[in-house]
């Protein structure tokens, strides 16, 4: 009997060590499927854009940025990269020994002409193609901010006092549709010599020719 209830409690000491085994067994094993625990990865829906989503915004981010970088020494053909808008272009009638130049105005959008940033550079022809255009350098460069009528800017051949003939100037102005300016703001003189826009002083009464004016339009 003594034996009997020896093996008894041996089996169950036994049964109660299995059970607490199971017990301290971890219930995140890998081996379970149930205990598995997934993680989403969680989506900064601030950060996402699609691909084609302000595509526009930034070309034309990128075209206003290219006016800001500096044109001297550039070729007409480094400016085309920029996609920009000639708004003028003219050459300049006087023919000296040191070559052809001109003057163009570039922005970077149509409406930018009259109504924005662009620049106004002095240019010398560097090279022909054999379509019959001219390659040009920019030797010098002014930064403007148009907004007709009350700012405009046009070169315009004048013969000031000082000067013994016609020269070409560009002049900062208010258009008033009429065949003579009375309100000039700035004059540059356009050096070829010096391949560089000069301003000149202007007396408070100045007047000149509107370069713009069409008439019988």
């Given amino acids: 009997m003594q034996k009997n209830c020896t093996l008894i409690i041996l089996l169950l000491t036994m049964?109660?060590?299995?059970?607490?085994g199971n017990e301290k067994e971890p219930k995140s094993g890998k081996n379970s499927p149930q205990s598995a625990k997934i993680e989403i990865p969680?989506?900064?829906t601030g950060q996402i854009q699609h691909p084609d989503a302000n595509m526009n915004e930034t070309k034309e981010l990128k075209v206003h940025d290219s006016l800001?970088?500096?044109?001297?020494?550039?070729?007409t053909e480094d400016l085309n990269k920029y996609h920009l808008?000639?708004?003028?272009?003219?050459?300049i009638e006087q023919q000296m020994d040191l070559g052809k130049y001109g003057v163009a105005q570039y922005s970077a959008l149509v409406d930018n002409c009259r109504h924005g940033k662009s620049k106004i550079t002095l240019e010398k022809v560097i090279q022909y193609f054999p379509d019959g255009?001219?390659?040009?350098q920019i030797k010098d460069e002014l930064t403007v901010n148009s907004n007709y009528p009350e700012k405009c800017y046009s070169p315009i051949y004048l013969k000031l006092p000082d000067d013994?003939?016609?020269?070409?100037?560009?002049?900062?102005?208010e258009d008033n549709s009429e065949p003579v300016l009375t309100k000039v703001s700035k004059?540059?003189?356009i050096n070829i010599k010096q391949e560089k826009f000069i301003e000149r002083s202007i007396s408070k009464n100045f007047i000149c020719q509107n370069p713009n004016y069409a008439d019988g339009v």
């Fill in 15 to 20: 049964m109660m060590t299995l059970s607490c």
């Fill in 42 to 44: 969680t989506q900064d």
């Fill in 68 to 75: 800001d970088i500096s044109f001297l020494g550039k070729t």
């Fill in 85 to 91: 808008q000639e708004c003028f272009g003219v050459v």
């Fill in 133 to 136: 255009k001219a390659g040009f």
């Fill in 164 to 173: 013994k003939s016609k020269k070409i100037y560009l002049i900062e102005y």
């Fill in 187 to 189: 004059i540059w003189e």
